[in-house]
């Protein structure tokens, strides 16, 4: 038995590992029209309110801190990157707050 087959399994498996230290789940965000919420259920408030164009609602939410304007290009890290729901949870990187927003937001 030839000892390269071991050998190309260990390189295969050194660059399975290098890619994986890539997918730690930071991302950054895409454009200055995303708002992210404190709870999944503020922010499917928050786009019921989109969706009626109740400006004063939104207003509340935004102005009681449970809701906040995301910056473009603001790193973050997912809290389930590979997660199927649309709706994803975060860190802003150094914050410990979590927060939830649209998958929209980070591609």
């Known amino acids: 038995m030839s000892h390269r087959l071991p050998l190309a399994v260990a390189v295969s498996l050194l ?3 290098a890619c994986h230290a890539g997918t730690d789940g930071t ?3 895409r454009g200055d029209r995303w708002l992210a919420c404190r709870s999944r259920e503020a922010y ?3 786009m019921s309110f989109t969706s009626a164009d109740d400006i004063d609602a939104m207003a509340k939410l935004i102005t009681s801190n449970q809701c906040i304007h995301l910056k473009n290009g603001r790193e973050v890290s997912l809290e389930d990157p590979t997660g199927s729901d649309s709706l994803v949870s975060f860190h802003i ?3 410990p707050t979590l927060f939830w927003t649209t998958s929209e937001a980070f591609k």
């Open 15 to 17: 660059l399975a590992l």
């Open 27 to 29: 991302q950054k965000i």
């Open 44 to 46: 499917q408030q928050l």
């Open 93 to 95: 990187t150094g914050s």
